[in-house]
């Protein structure tokens, strides 16, 4: 992109503000061209944007230089409140433009008004909870007096759940600011008139598919939509597009019925029909549920949604006119009884589109039911209406075939990373190893590990698909390690990853959880290990039924383009900054025996590659030794 254009000088500008005076990155300066293009052109774009590319500035400039309103949906709240709190302020400012924006997040993560009210006047509802809620309630309320935004992001410690649930409501339980004595003051409904008001939202995507498949508007009109980390896209979707049915609803559901009905008839039943649910799903735990349904479920859920209308009349039954705060209250349990009627009457009536499977634990088993087919939906929903534009560090290899992009209508580019990965990164693919699913396998990772490790000085950051393969493998290297071994069960995340990082020489083992959003750049992190191919689990009901479809191609439609980028993203921990050193160690031999592996390796940055651990030893010594 020449600096000569409009979003060249305004990238420029933005790159010069930065301190230090930012770097300049082809990758990036490509990639702000093309979603420019994209919103002129009304064409959608999906764009890999490798680590290190700068990809939030090189979108958030055509949004900020273009026409909106547009709506910016990232992966999680943390990347949602760095994008307002730090990045567009500083571009806004760099470019002297009167932009608006705002932070747009579910009803959940506001502290709601009305239910602090009820809680503060209620002693008798209080004494219900914990004494260390209660006292973490007056914290929140006292938090709530100067805080402008309600918005727990803000608050300086964390609330246990059972202390913010009791005053947060979700929306589909929220009557919205017309119906609630404290609309007037509501901290979600003033972050909605904020949202209103910008030209640009930045919201996370679960909400941002929560918009796309609510009967009610959600998000303001847009033109263009950015999603970050679209590579999880599929899986938002499935989320928001289906529904999910366990006990704890009707649990919850009782509770809200006792808060206006002290002396509720009809909150036990309900409470009983949730513990029928639980033991009519537990046979059926990690399985697809047949069609039609067998008739002891069909049964219990036609008896749920009875006992369900018979709790809605209960509380209608309530004058509206009702002393205290018992109106709003009424208002929540009739609205959230009418959203578990609707989900009951759905899941008894799933579609042939649609796949209905239980997880979730043995003690809390969930009804799921999810479209099998996304692009229809996406094309209704977003494709004909919103300028999309998709990214990502790791692009699944057909993410436009998957969500229903036209070949025609997207553009799909591949911008690089600027991070040199042949000079300062090797692949070690264990070619020696045994087949993971063969005997033997178990012993023969413990002892490639013992020897990577100590040549990395420990400094390792140890990837496993599942918790037993991670319990194990530290049970067994703590007492062969003269290094520190962490785990996913030590801590919580973020002490963990401050730990690993701080203790030079320390590891840490992880699961699936730490394939991603774990950034310890620098002499902390030489060592990535990778026990095996992540490849999904054969038995997931909602990805059998998309093999189903996809008949002889679901290997290499659903299996291989999700192993792909669950591996891009497992090894994209070690290369952070530019002067980043390691090895990526995958001691699974099919990464270099199966016929597939060049979708695998392709799918990687270019490292360059060996299979021999005798060079990856020597590297990762002559790292730790300052070589």
């Known amino acids: 992109m020449s600096e000569d254009t409009a979003l060249g000088r305004a990238l420029e500008t933005a790159v ?12 990036q300066r490509e990639m702000c061209e093309a979603v420019g293009e994209a919103m002129e052109s009304g064409r959608h774009l999906v764009v890999a944007a490798g680590t290190g590319t700068g990809k939030s500035l090189a979108y958030l400039v055509p949004l900020v230089m273009g026409e909106g309103p547009s709506v910016v949906a990232t992966a999680t709240k943390t990347l949602q409140d760095q994008l307002v709190d730090k990045d567009l302020p500083q571009l806004v400012e760099a470019l002297g433009l009167p932009v ?25 509802q209080s004494l219900g909870i914990a004494e260390g809620p209660r006292a973490e309630i ?39 600011a017309q119906r609630c004595p404290s609309g007037s003051s509501c901290f979600a409904e003033k972050a909605r008139h904020r949202a209103d008001a910008a030209d640009i939202v930045v919201v996370n995507t679960h909400l941002y598919c929560l918009h796309l498949f609510s009967d009610t508007q959600i998000l303001p009109g847009h033109n263009t939509v950015v999603i970050d980390e679209a590579h999880g896209l599929e899986d938002i979707v499935s989320d928001t597009a289906g529904l999910s049915l366990t006990g704890g609803r009707f649990d919850e559901l009782a509770r809200a019925v006792r808060a206006v009905v002290s002396e509720s008839a009809a ?45 809605a009349a209960e509380l209608r039954a309530v004058p509206d006119g009702a002393p205290g705060d018992t109106g709003a209250r009424k208002l929540r349990a009739v609205l959230a009884a009418g959203a578990l009627m609707d989900d009951l009457a759905r899941a008894v009536e799933a579609q042939q589109t649609e796949v209905a499977w239980v997880s979730g634990s043995e003690s809390s088993p969930a009804w799921r039911i999810a479209p099998v087919e996304l692009g229809g939906l996406l094309g209704e929903r977003l494709w004909e209406h919103t300028t999309a534009v998709l990214t990502s560090a790791t692009i699944p290899m057909n993410l436009g075939e998957t969500l229903g992009l036209a070949p025609d209508g997207h553009k799909a580019i591949d911008v690089g990373s600027p991070f040199d ?3 300062n990164a090797l692949l070690y693919c264990a070619k020696h190893m045994p087949d993971p699913r063969k005997p033997g396998y178990e012993a023969a990772l413990h002892e490639e590990l013992t020897a990577l490790i100590n040549a990395a000085g420990g400094r390792t ?30 801590l919580p995340k973020p002490e963990l990853l401050r730990r690993f990082a701080a203790e030079t020489e320390s590891c840490l083992f992880a699961t699936m959880g ?34 189903e479809r996809c008949g002889g191609d679901a290997f290499r439609l659903v299996d291989l383009p999700r192993a792909a980028t669950r591996l891009a993203q497992g090894a994209g921990r070690l290369i952070r900054r530019g002067d980043d050193r390691g090895v990526v160690a995958v001691l699974d031999s099919r990464m270099a025996r199966a016929r597939y592996r060049w979708a695998l390796v392709d799918a990687l940055p270019p490292f360059d590659r060996t299979a021999e651990r005798d060079r990856a030893v020597s590297l990762l010594r002559a790292i730790r030794d300052g070589g």
């Open 100 to 124: 608006r924006y705002a932070v747009l997040k579910g009803r959940s993560n506001y502290l709601c008004v009305q239910r602090l009210a009820e809680h503060l006047e209620d002693k008798q």
């Open 421 to 423: 990965y042949e000079a």
């Open 138 to 176: 007056s914290r929140l309320a006292q938090w709530a007096r100067r805080t402008d935004t309600g918005d727990r992001a803000e608050l300086d410690f964390e609330p246990s759940p059972a202390a913010w649930d009791a005053l947060s409501v979700s929306g589909r339980e929220c009557p919205g």
């Open 514 to 547: 730490m394939w991603q959003g774990v950034d310890v750049p620098g002499e902390s992190l030489s060592l990535v290990t990778i026990d095996r191919l992540p490849f999904p689990r054969p038995d997931d009901p909602l990805l059998d039924a998309r093999r």
């Open 461 to 490: 950051l140890a990837l496993f698909t599942s918790y037993r393969a991670m319990d194990r493998a530290a049970e067994v290297l703590r007492p062969r390690l003269d290094f520190e071994v962490y785990t996913q069960r030590d």
């Open 16 to 27: 010069s503000s930065l301190d230090g005076g930012g770097e300049r990155r082809p990758g």
């Open 267 to 311: 909150a036990g039943d309900l409470e009983d029909a949730g513990v029928r649910l639980r033991e009519a799903l537990a046979p059926f735990r990690d399985k697809p549920l047949p069609a039609p349904l067998p008739d002891g479920l069909q049964d219990v859920a036609v008896v749920a949604r009875g006992r369900v209308e018979q709790a």
